[in-house]
């Protein structure tokens, strides 16, 4: 009987390590991921002007009315499916061109999620991603995303989470998203911490962190050698980022095209 009691008593200390050591698991990639986002928006190219955008890009298409309304109303209203495509594809251009330059400029240590400082490759790496989102969710009528002092506030950080998840392809962050979507309206912004999809956030937000240090392996075997290491990093990250890339636009598009009430997001404040 104290046998039986000794060995129940051992499952259950091992049990209790075991969920000591997923939670710590959990909590370190939670942490990681906050702080390459928080790294990543500070960089100077990150922040886009939701105004300056369309008026650059709207203009080749649209007479000076037409961006004026799209910029009020949002540009689904103005741009033709063709238009939007064009667009949308030369900002991926833009973007896997400057980080795959980035990427085979610098170098990248192996464990260095462990470390304190994020490497300034990953951080670029992010900073583009999150600069591509944000002209591509403008771009398919999105509201911007809200700022203090310039800055963008924890908001804007969640909705960052949420599309970086659908770029990543994880199957909760598209879910969040599309009832995200069914959320904004003229008059309203969006306010993840307002709705249920504040746990979302956290979970998908963990789901990176860990899928960060999987990519960080990789990347790393493109640092071995220092002469053969630029080209080879280069083109893992343009083999990483364009997918990325290309599934967020299929995301919006496949929003785009579903035509619900409130699938065409207004760019009204």
């Not at 980080?99 to 170098?107: D, H, I, Q, Y």
């Not at 994880?170 to 969040?176: C, D, G, L």
């Not at 299929?250 to 404040?269: A, I, P, Q, T």
Request: aromatic share 8%.
């Amino acid at each position: 009987m104290e046998g039986e009691i000794w060995v129940l008593e051992v499952r259950r200390q091992k049990k209790e390590e075991r969920i000591v050591i997923m939670e710590e698991k959990t909590e370190k990639s939670l942490g990681l991921w906050n702080r390459v986002l928080s790294t990543s928006v500070n960089l100077p190219f990150v922040k886009v002007n939701r105004e300056e955008f369309l008026n650059k890009e709207l203009s080749k298409f649209c007479t000076p009315m037409e961006v004026m309304t799209a910029i009020e109303e949002g540009p689904l209203g103005v741009l033709t499916k063709k238009e939007i495509d064009k667009i949308a594809n030369q900002c991926i251009s833009y973007h896997l061109t400057m980080v795959c330059g980035t990427s085979a400029l610098m170098g990248l240590p192996g464990g260095w999620w462990m470390a304190g400082t994020i490497p300034a490759d990953i951080t670029q790496f992010y900073g583009h991603i999150l600069s591509l989102m944000q002209k591509l969710i403008y771009l398919y009528g999105w509201p911007e995303l809200t700022s203090v002092n310039d800055q963008l506030d924890d908001e804007s950080k969640n909705i960052m989470t949420l599309f970086v998840g659908v770029m990543m392809g994880n199957k909760m962050a598209i879910e969040a998203l599309t009832k995200v979507v069914t959320q904004v309206s003229k008059n309203a912004g969006v306010k993840v911490s307002e709705t249920v999809m504040a746990h979302y956030v956290i979970k998908i937000a963990q789901w990176i962190g860990i899928n960060m240090t999987k990519e960080g392996f990789a990347k790393g075997v493109g640092k071995v050698l220092p002469l053969v290491g630029a080209p080879i990093s280069a083109t893992i990250t343009y083999y990483t980022f364009r997918p990325m890339a290309r599934r967020l636009k299929k995301h919006l598009d496949e929003l785009y095209d579903m035509g619900m009430e409130h699938g065409k997001v207004s760019g009204e404040k």
